[in-house]
């Protein structure tokens, strides 16, 4: 069971309790939320009998880290279409993806936008025939029900009256925890000026037709700059919340910036619930965008730090075998 207590820097006294649910330890491939948001979406590929996989995402997503993971462990053959353009010095997260086999194909923003309906998509589809498409995000019915189905699990380990606390960008994993059996949800927004957020998420439970029955509140993320976004403050907090609990390591996107939240709402009296359960959804391999001057876990050992120093490797052999070209 992966489930500690979380002491906050705001914390005055022990009447209120704070919990943290460990998703990022659960599963050494791919860790945290976006296992389960692919889990129905591997599964109905392999039914299809399609052997090629396809998604979207950014450089830097947890949800190509867990993508590629995920079909290597199922021998799929990943395809990404990344947002952007690819430069030859990979990021950490794709260079990693493409030692898992990955074909990337990079796609201008205009097209990127486009999804399912876009230019690369045809172009993927011609080249390979049967191919099965993850949405970005591992979103959909399928990824939903995942996430449902992970709220429940937890749920099942843990003391029914808490106050569950998520983090968001597609809203599909709060969707999940809002439609499981924990009475109340709050969702913290990695995205600035989101401010219809609950309407979203009760929209998504109606569209599965797995209402949403308990009390739901929406953040979003004002306080850091908007998206991947990192505020001296957040920095700060972060080192704090080390030294209370330093085995804990949050995301810089999501988790970081929802217990942030919380513990500025408790310094201010506003946070209330007497049992708190913030839901840790993985993302560690994030910190890999980040410079590592920033990283508040630098000193410390995980598979991200690992990964990190493999790229500066790769980049240094690459740099000395230009400069012996120019020579
Ligand atoms: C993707 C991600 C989320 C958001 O998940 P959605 O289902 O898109 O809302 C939250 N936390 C982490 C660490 C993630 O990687």
């Given at each position: 069971?992966?489930?500690?207590p979380?002491?906050?820097?705001?914390q005055?006294?022990?009447?209120?309790?704070?919990?943290?649910?460990?998703?990022d330890?659960?599963?050494?491939?791919?860790?945290?939320?976006?296992?389960?948001?692919?889990?129905?979406?591997?599964?109905?590929?392999?039914?299809?009998?399609?052997?090629v996989v396809?998604?979207?995402?950014?450089?830097?997503?947890n949800?190509?880290?867990?993508?590629?993971?995920?079909?290597?462990?199922?021998?799929l053959?990943?395809i990404?279409?990344?947002?952007?353009?690819?430069?030859a010095?990979?990021?950490?997260?794709?260079?990693?993806?493409?030692?898992?086999?990955?074909?990337?194909?990079?796609?201008?923003?205009?097209?990127?936008?486009?999804?399912?309906?876009?230019?690369?998509?045809?172009?993927?589809?011609?080249?390979?025939?049967q191919v099965?498409?993850?949405?970005e995000?591992g979103?959909?019915?399928?990824?939903?029900?995942?996430?449902?189905?992970?709220?429940?699990?937890?749920?099942?380990?843990?003391?029914?009256?808490?106050?569950?606390?998520?983090?968001?960008?597609?809203?599909?994993?709060?969707?999940?925890?809002?439609?499981?059996?924990?009475?109340?949800?709050?969702?913290?927004?990695?995205l600035?000026?989101?401010?219809?957020l609950?309407?979203?998420i009760?929209?998504?439970c109606?569209?599965?037709?797995k209402?949403?029955?308990?009390?739901?509140?929406a953040?979003?993320?004002?306080l850091?700059?908007?998206?991947?976004?990192?505020?001296?403050?957040?920095?700060?907090?972060?080192?704090?919340?080390?030294?209370?609990?330093?085995?804990l390591?949050?995301?810089?996107?999501?988790?970081?910036?929802?217990?942030?939240?919380?513990?500025?709402?408790?310094?201010?009296?506003?946070?209330?619930?007497?049992?708190?359960l913030?839901?840790?959804?993985?993302?560690?391999?994030?910190?890999q965008?980040?410079?590592?001057?920033?990283?508040?876990?630098?000193?410390?050992?995980?598979?991200?730090?690992?990964?990190?120093?493999?790229?500066?490797?790769?980049v240094?052999?690459?740099?000395?075998?230009?400069?012996?070209?120019t020579?």
């Amino acid at each position: 069971m992966h489930i500690e207590p979380v002491i906050l820097p705001a914390q005055t006294d022990s009447t209120q309790s704070f919990y943290i649910y460990r998703g990022d330890l659960e599963c050494a491939i791919a860790p945290g939320n976006k296992q389960h948001k692919l889990k129905y979406h591997l599964q109905r590929a392999i039914e299809l009998k399609s052997s090629v996989v396809a998604t979207f995402g950014g450089p830097h997503s947890n949800h190509i880290a867990a993508f590629t993971a995920q079909c290597h462990a199922r021998q799929l053959q990943p395809i990404i279409i990344v947002r952007g353009e690819v430069h030859a010095s990979l990021t950490p997260t794709l260079r990693q993806a493409v030692d898992k086999g990955a074909i990337l194909f990079p796609s201008e923003r205009k097209d990127y936008r486009l999804g399912l309906s876009s230019a690369i998509r045809k172009c993927v589809d011609e080249q390979f025939g049967q191919v099965y498409w993850v949405p970005e995000g591992g979103g959909g019915e399928l990824g939903f029900l995942g996430c449902l189905e992970w709220a429940e699990s937890i749920f099942a380990k843990t003391m029914s009256g808490a106050h569950v606390c998520v983090a968001a960008g597609t809203g599909t994993t709060a969707a999940g925890f809002a439609s499981s059996s924990f009475a109340s949800v709050s969702v913290f927004s990695a995205l600035k000026g989101v401010t219809d957020l609950e309407q979203q998420i009760v929209k998504l439970c109606d569209a599965y037709h797995k209402p949403a029955y308990g009390c739901l509140k929406a953040f979003d993320e004002s306080l850091h700059g908007g998206f991947g976004k990192l505020s001296d403050n957040l920095l700060v907090f972060l080192a704090a919340l080390k030294r209370l609990n330093p085995t804990l390591q949050l995301d810089p996107v999501y988790t970081a910036k929802m217990v942030y939240r919380v513990n500025e709402l408790l310094a201010q009296g506003k946070w209330r619930a007497p049992h708190t359960l913030f839901i840790h959804t993985g993302g560690l391999q994030g910190w890999q965008g980040v410079s590592a001057s920033k990283n508040p876990y630098s000193n410390m050992s995980s598979t991200a730090g690992k990964a990190l120093i493999a790229e500066i490797c790769f980049v240094g052999a690459w740099r000395i075998s230009l400069l012996r070209g120019t020579f």
